[in-house]
């Protein structure tokens, strides 16, 4: 006889099966509809989503998890936090919130960035040392009371002290974000009464700082957070949860917790389930197995799931025990009910959100019953390459050390000092938009496209040759993104019809599913390459995406490590290099904006990671031959702590993000840290203003100052797939003259 458990969904995407979020909040920042009709399309996804979790026998559903934009923004709104220059603006209360996140013509826009290590953005609160918080917003009780209308008690979500004060920024000057917390705990205290007044009889704290490494000062407030939210409420029954990584040093701490229950994400971190379960024996602290992965699109591997219950249970006892998704659902698609292209076998082993609330009830009903009726389809065994059981040390490195290619480079490319190049796209128009459109309905065929894109890339390498930069590139006008791109072109990756999840706001990807052996059926690029070669004689660049940004941006299997899928894919990249080659392009860029977001958030763990991501890229890199030069790009100024794994990349050249930053970023690459080329951005691509030449000479000077003349490039800081080309023309003509300005001045021919 197999107990019942209590089961947990930590979270529910918000965007809706069908996008109808976005599409209520484009229409309603256009003009379209009115604050009424958006917020009741809001209230209408609330319900479907409520109802879906009951109908799925979840105990523990989860509110305050629906936002407009962003949960965090939502915090800083509940907490009484609105930069003076967004109140000032005397909007109302809602567009103050689409304010906060999205700025207006006067008052810019808080910063925006990377929730932990998802691709989901979240809007940064701004705090300083003055920073008073008052209780706000009645968000919190509001959805819970309507839930409850509903005849659903809900679990209200809140966004723990500690994990909100920790991703804050401090705009004026750095100072110990803890401090405020003496300031804080009240609202948070005074929240939950509300929430108990209101009829709930437990709240969920998300605490996911457990995940990276925390300071003593960190350390500290958690208790003291909980310590008083616990007194402040003491019938309500408080569920702290981690999740996305493991609590490594401060396991101890979060088993101490004075809580109702704890959260563990056993997807990230498994190894802790035991130790966990040790600390917790002589309390009667309730512990939520995070079992089924909120991360990815996969089944739940119920039989290893049965196991890890019944390891807790035997300690713990089955009354203790939550069976709970590992994270909140927002990061995967809502359902797989519209997919009606997948390939069957494929199909069968993937659940999105609405099939990890069926997983859950199967799970919490009976895990022994669900661990035998896994169907074997759903553990697909892993099936180790041939080909990559043959990659030695001799593949992952170039025929000659750096030094040596790049002098005879400088012989057979014949570029001047400082070379100007771009990082790849230009302006994807809205002719461009609609012709790639027309092709994927049907409207146009082949031939009508192909002959677009070539007289796109013609007039692009007449820009080009006319502004006179020295390196040229094809444009990327068949790219609609650049994972994307690649990902259509390789097996054992997949698209899905509607696997939309929320990357910020109303903006939503389709992550590529990565669900096979990845092999290359063709060349990618070659042919767009190879015609825009064909029309100048100046160096044309090769642009390829790199095996860790594409791993990166899909959903990845998890049935084999992630490093196997990483050496699949540069192996494919491998061959497009070759072919490349011997289709006589000299310069290949292969990007990796995507490397710095793999890394883990414990800084123990990055070694491990930067290890075989770089050998990724060496192995996609490393059969071209040392004549051939390879580029690298990264969107970023940040190399702290990661300037060895890029010099490890042994790209001959890299292109970073740096216009906006100060020189002191570019120290990472002084000659006794890095040995290859280096192109400063000197552009800011971001902004639809047009450096002046004098600006970018300026910004050349300075980095020639630090890295060497010998070494450096000229170049924007991205692609210029967002800028117009009423912009692009004038900037490349500065950039260019700027180039010429920084050579006289250096006295370089
Ligand atoms: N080659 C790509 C482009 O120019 C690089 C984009 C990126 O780094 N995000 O658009
Ligand atoms: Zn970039």
């Known amino acids: ?100 996140a999205r700025g207006t013509a006067k008052a810019p826009a808080c910063a925006m960035t990377k929730w932990f290590d998802t691709n989901y953005h979240y809007i940064v609160p701004e705090l300083d040392r003055d920073t008073r918080f008052s209780l706000s917003s009645n968000k919190p009780v ?30 004026v000057e750095a100072f110990e974000r803890m401090d405020l917390l003496e300031r804080l705990l009240p609202v948070y205290e005074k929240l939950l009464r509300r929430l108990k007044d209101a009829g709930a009889t437990s709240v969920q704290f998300d605490e996911p700082i457990f995940s990276c490494d925390i300071s003593a000062a960190q350390k500290t407030a958690i208790s003291r957070s909980y310590e008083m939210l616990k007194s402040a409420a003491p019938c309500l029954k408080l569920i702290v949860c981690n999740y996305f990584g493991s609590m490594g040093p401060s396991l101890d701490l979060f088993a101490s917790l004075p809580v109702h229950a704890l959260h563990i994400d056993l997807t990230k971190a498994p190894q802790e389930l035991l130790p966990l379960v040790e600390a917790l024996r002589k309390k009667d602290t309730h512990l939520s197995l995070g079992l089924v ?50 390939k069957p076998d494929v199909k069968a082993r993937m659940a999105f959100a609405e099939e990890k609330l069926l997983e859950l009830k199967a799970l919490g009903q009976n895990r022994h019953d669900a661990a035998k009726s896994a169907t074997a389809s759903a553990r697909k065994a892993p099936s180790p390459s041939l080909r990559l059981a043959t990659i030695g040390e001799a593949d992952l490195s170039r025929a000659l050390p750096r030094v040596q290619r790049l002098a005879l480079q400088r012989k057979s490319l014949g570029l001047p000092p400082i070379p100007t190049t771009t990082i790849g796209s230009f302006p994807q128009t809205k002719e461009v938009r609609a012709n790639r459109a027309a092709f994927k309905k049907g409207d146009i065929d082949s031939e009508q496209y192909e002959a677009f894109i070539r007289s796109e890339i013609e007039h692009c390498i007449r820009i080009q040759e006319k502004a006179g930069l020295d390196v040229l590139v094809h444009g990327e006008f068949e790219r609609n993104d650049m994972v994307e791109y690649f990902s259509e072109q390789l097996d054992g990756i997949l698209f899905t019809q509607n696997g939309w999840v929320q990357s910020y706001g109303s903006r939503c990807v389709k992550p590529p599913v990565i669900h096979g052996e990845v092999t290359r059926r063709g060349p990618m690029t070659l042919k767009w390459t190879q015609y825009a070669q064909s029309l100048s ?32 894919i540069a192996l494919a990249l491998r061959e497009e290099v070759r072919d490349l080659e011997d289709a006589g392009t ?160 250096l006295a370089l021919g």
């Open 586 to 745: 000299k310069i290949i860029q292969i990007d990796e904006p995507g490397l710095r977001e793999g890394l883990p958030l414990r800084g123990s763990e990055a070694a491990a990671y930067l290890e075989w991501a770089v050998d990724a890229f060496r192995l996609a890199s490393g059969g071209a031959s040392p004549q051939t030069q390879i580029h690298t790009h990264m969107c970023y100024a940040r190399f702290d702590g990661i300037i060895d794994a890029v010099n490890r990349l042994d790209a001959d050249v890299i292109s970073i993000e740096a216009a906006r930053s100060t020189a002191d970023r570019l120290e990472a690459f002084a000659a006794d840290n890095y040995g290859g080329e280096v192109g400063p951005g000197v552009w800011d691509i971001h902004s639809p203003r047009v450096p002046p030449v004098a600006e970018m000479k300026d910004k050349l000077l300075e980095a020639s100052a630090i890295i060497g003349t010998d070494r450096l490039w000229a170049n924007p800081d991205c692609g210029l797939k967002t800028r117009r080309w009423e912009e692009v023309i004038p900037a490349l003509e500065n950039l260019v003259t700027a180039a010429k300005d920084a050579r006289s001045k």
């Open 142 to 171: 509001g959805e819970f009371l309507e839930a409850l209308e509903l005849g659903i008690r809900t679990t209200p979500v809140i966004i723990g002290p500690v994990t909100y004060l920790s991703l804050s920024s401090c705009a």
């Open 293 to 342: 992965d909120g991360r990815n699109i996969w089944r739940c591997d119920t039989a290893k799931a049965a196991q890890a219950i019944d390891k807790a249970a035997a300690v713990l006892g089955t009354e203790r025990i939550i069976v709970a998704t590992s994270c909140s659902l927002l990061h995967v698609p809502v359902s797989l009910t519209s997919e009606s292209e997948l």
């Open 537 to 568: 004689n100046s160096h044309v660049k090769g642009m390829l995406t790199g095996p860790i940004t594409i791993l990166k941006w899909s959903f990845p299997r998890n049935d084999q490590p992630l490093r196997t899928t990483a050496f699949e």
């Open 1 to 100: 006889m197999t107990e019942k458990l209590t089961t947990h969904c930590l979270g529910f995407p918000r965007i809706g099966a069908n996008r109808e979020l976005k599409k209520a909040l484009e229409s309603y920042w256009a003009g379209q509809i009115g604050e009424d009709a958006l917020l009741a399309s809001a209230k209408e996804l609330r319900k479907r989503h409520w109802l879906l979790q009951k109908e799925a026998g979840i105990d523990l559903i989860p509110s305050n998890d629906f936002s407009l934009y962003d949960q965090m923004l939502d915090t800083s709104c509940i907490l009484g936090v609105v930069p003076e220059r967004i109140a000032k603006e005397g909007l109302n209360t809602l567009d103050t919130y689409f304010a906060t």
